[in-house]
């Protein structure tokens, strides 16, 4: 899918899943739910959890190249390192589109790579609604919410 040039791989939407699951067990949904991959019932888990939650308002976001709504959203959120995250788009969530039923796993350095040409590959922008970003070794998450808020999730315990 082309995807895999910016060091990125697809995988199964099944498994993106069960990584947020893992990391908010408190997030108690059946296994093939797609409420997994809804902001608001994963932005209450993490505060369920004890998580740190921190809340940035990305006004009129729509005309901005995906770039930098990754930009505004992503500041401070993670060092920069190589370690992996799993980003659900919504076109994830959609049938008949260039991400349908996968994720993308990319290290966390070259997102913005990867986010600026995606418009080149699908038929629609990356930020066109819910996004998730997961990054398991930082026990951190990016949630874009579709009414132009992110949210930097950090902190997520572990669970004994």
Known sequence: MGLELQGSRLVPLADA???????????????QS?????PDAILSAAKAAGA???MTPVPDWEPLPDAEVYRLLARGWLPGGPDPVVVVPADSLRSG?????HA????????PVMIASYLDRAE????????????????AMLI?????????????????
């Open 34 to 38: 797609s409420r997994v991959f809804n």
């Open 144 to 160: 874009f919410h579709h009414e132009g808020y992110g949210f930097v999730v950090r902190g997520i315990p572990k669970v004994p």
């Open 104 to 111: 993308v796993e990319c290290p966390q350095n070259l997102l």
């Open 97 to 101: 589109r260039l991400l349908s039923g």
């Open 124 to 139: 629609s922008h990356f930020f066109d609604g819910d996004t998730i970003f997961v990054c398991p070794a930082q026990r």
């Open 52 to 54: 740190t939650v921190e």
């Open 17 to 31: 899943g069960s990584l947020i699951r893992a990391l908010l067990p408190v997030l108690a949904l059946p296994a």
